[in-house]
C-alpha cells in the first residue's frame, strides 16, 4: 500500500513536471520569436534611418506605409499623412556631399539609437522608442538629439512604418 501510494504521488509529480517542461519550451521558443522580432525591429528602424540620412527615397518609400502618419518638429504641431510631406525633403536637400562621403567610405551622417525600447503588440504589430543621436559630420561636426516612437506593423509579410512621432529637445 505504501509503494503504490508512492508510486502515485511519484507518477503524478513526474506528469506535472512534464507538463511544467512543455509550458517551458512553449516560452522558450515564444521568447526567442520575441527577441528575433524585437532584433529585427531596431533593424529595420536602423536602416529607416541610414536611408534617411543618404537621401534613398526608395528605400525609405518601401520601408513606409502609403498612409503613414507623423507629429514631428518639421510638421509644425500638425499630423501629417501620406509620403508627399517627407518627399519634399528627399527632393530639397542636397546630398552631395553624402554622397562624395559614401563613395569614399565615409559617413557623412551617423544615426545612433539609443536605449531602444521594442513592445511587441501581436503577430502583425510592433512599436519602438528610443533616442536617436544624428552626428552631422563636416567641417564643424555637431550632434542632435530626438526622442522618437515608430510603430511598425507586418503587411504582406514585411514591417511597414505606420506612424511615428519625433520631439526634438
Known sequence: MIFSKNFTRNLSYQRS?????????VLSR????????????IAITQRLLNSISIGDYD???TLCA?????????SAGHQVEGLDFHKY???HIDYSAAALAR???????????????VRILGSDAAVISYVRLTQKGGPNPVTAKAEETRIWEKRSGSWVLVHFHKSVS
Do not use: H
Not at 17 to 25: A, D, F, G, K
Not at 105 to 111: A, R, T, V
Open 17 to 25: 513536471y512534464q507538463r511544467r517542461l512543455q509550458r517551458i519550451s
Open 89 to 91: 525633403y528627399f527632393d
Open 103 to 117: 563613395s569614399q567610405g565615409q559617413p557623412l551622417n551617423l544615426n545612433t539609437i539609443v536605449a531602444p525600447k
Open 59 to 61: 528605400t525609405y518609400k
Open 66 to 74: 502609403p498612409d503613414l502618419t507623423c507629429f514631428e518638429p518639421e
Open 30 to 41: 515564444r521568447d526567442i520569436v520575441m527577441a528575433n522580432t524585437e532584433a529585427d525591429i
